[in-house]
C-alpha cells in the first residue's frame, strides 16, 4: 500500500499487484498475437516494452502506465472485431471485455423514462418520432391481430422445420446440457411437453436458412408499426423454453434495435440502464403477455428474461434498421 506521507511504497503489495498486472497483460498480447494483427517487429517491441525484465522500474507511476497499456490493447482488440467482421457469429469478445470496453451511452435516451409503456393502435410515424430510435422500451399490444403464428409454432413444428437441417447461425443453449439445435428436438417427449417431473430447458438460435425463413414469415408479418422506412432483418431470432428459465442478465453486441413477439406463454423482462447512466435512470420491469411485441435496443440496455407461465414460452424476434 502507498504511505501518502512518506510517498514509499512498501515491498510486498506493490510486488505481487505487479506480478498480477503482468500476468494478466501477458494474456493480453498473447490473445493479439494470435490473432496475427500485429507484425512480427511489432509484437516484439510491444512485448519487450511492457514485459521487459526490468520490473524493479516499474513502480507506482509505471503501474498505472502498465494498465493503461493494458486497456488499450484491450480497446484495439475490441475495435479490430468491430471492423473486420461482416457477420455476427464470426467472433464475440467475452462478457466482461464487452462491459468494460462498450462506448459510453447518452443518459437522455432513459433518464425520463419511468416505465415500459404499453401502447396500441400507434401511427407509424408517431412510434418512430417516440419509440424506434429513441432507446425508450415499448410493449406494443396490438402487433400480431392478424398472425397465425400464435396457433401454429409449438415445439413440433420447429422440430418438424429443422428436421435433419442446423440452419441456425448462432445458439444459445443457456443452462441445458444442449449442444446444438439438434439436440433439443432429440430430448423426450414428455420433456418437450413440460410434463411435471421433466428437467426444465430454454434455449435460443438465429435462423440463417433462405427456406425456412421464408417458412415462418408465412406465419408473421412485419410489424405494422414499424416506421414506413425502417426494413426487418431476415435473420429470426427465436426462443423457447417452459417455465422459471430465461436470459441472465447480458447486454447485446447487434447492429439495430428490434422487435420480439410473444407468441405463446409469459416472460418478464427486467432492464438495467447502461453502468454510466445507474444514478441517472431507473431500473424496469415488465411482463410481455402473448400477442404482444416488446421492443427494445438491447445493445443499449442490458437485459434479463424469466417465463411466469406455466406455459411454454415461445418468442420470434429480429432487427429493424
Not at 60 to 67: D, E, K, P, S
Not at 86 to 115: G, N, W, Y
Not at 141 to 168: I, P, Q, V
Not at 200 to 221: M, T
Amino acid at each position: 500500500m502507498t504511505d501518502l506521507n512518506s510517498n514509499k511504497v512498501s515491498s510486498d503489495s506493490p510486488k505481487k499487484s505487479l506480478e498480477f498486472a503482468k500476468k494478466e497483460l501477458r494474456a493480453i498480447v498473447t490473445r493479439i498475437e494470435e490473432t496475427s494483427l500485429l507484425s512480427r517487429s511489432a509484437k516484439l517491441f510491444r512485448a519487450q516494452r511492457l514485459l521487459g525484465s526490468g520490473g524493479s522500474k516499474l513502480r507506482r507511476g509505471h503501474l498505472w502506465i502498465l494498465l493503461i497499456l493494458a486497456w488499450i490493447l484491450g480497446q484495439f482488440l475490441w475495435n479490430y472485431v468491430h471492423t473486420v467482421r461482416h457477420d455476427k457469429c464470426l467472433a464475440e469478445l467475452p462478457p466482461f471485455t464487452q462491459k468494460i470496453f462498450r462506448p459510453a451511452e447518452d443518459c437522455s435516451m432513459c433518464r425520463d423514462v419511468q416505465q415500459v409503456d404499453r401502447i396500441s393502435n400507434v401511427d407509424p410515424a408517431t412510434f418512430e418520432q417516440r419509440y424506434a430510435y429513441s432507446g425508450r422500451p415499448v410493449v406494443v399490444t396490438d402487433a400480431m391481430a392478424n398472425w397465425t403464428a400464435t396457433t401454429k409454432f409449438s415445439f413440433a413444428f420447429f422440430k418438424s422445420l429443422y428436421d435433419g437441417e442446423d440452419a441456425n447461425c448462432q445458439f444459445f443453449p443457456y443452462k441445458t446440457e444442449f449442444k446444438s439445435l439438434q439436440d433439443v428436438f432429440e430430448m423426450s417427449e414428455s420433456r418437450a411437453s413440460l410434463e411435471e417431473g421433466t428437467k426444465p430447458w430454454y434455449v435460443g438460435w438465429s435462423n440463417c436458412d433462405e427456406e425456412i425463413g421464408s417458412e415462418l414469415r408465412r406465419y408473421y408479418q412485419r410489424p405494422y408499426f414499424l416506421p414506413a422506412t425502417a426494413e426487418s432483418e431476415k435473420t429470426d431470432w427465436i426462443f423457447m423454453g417452459s417455465h422459471g428459465y430465461g436470459a441472465p442478465m447480458h447486454v447485446d453486441d447487434v447492429e439495430h434495435p428490434s422487435w420480439q413477439a410473444q407468441i405463446k406463454g409469459e416472460k418478464q423482462w427486467i432492464l438495467e440502464p447502461p453502468r454510466e447512466c445507474h444514478y441517472a435512470c431507473n431500473r424496469l420491469e415488465v411482463v410481455v403477455h402473448p400477442g404482444e411485441i416488446i421492443v427494445l435496443d438491447t445493445n443499449r440496455w442490458y437485459h434479463q428474461t424469466k417465463i411466469v407461465s406455466e406455459e411454454m414460452s415461445i418468442t420470434i424476434g429480429a432487427e429493424y434498421d
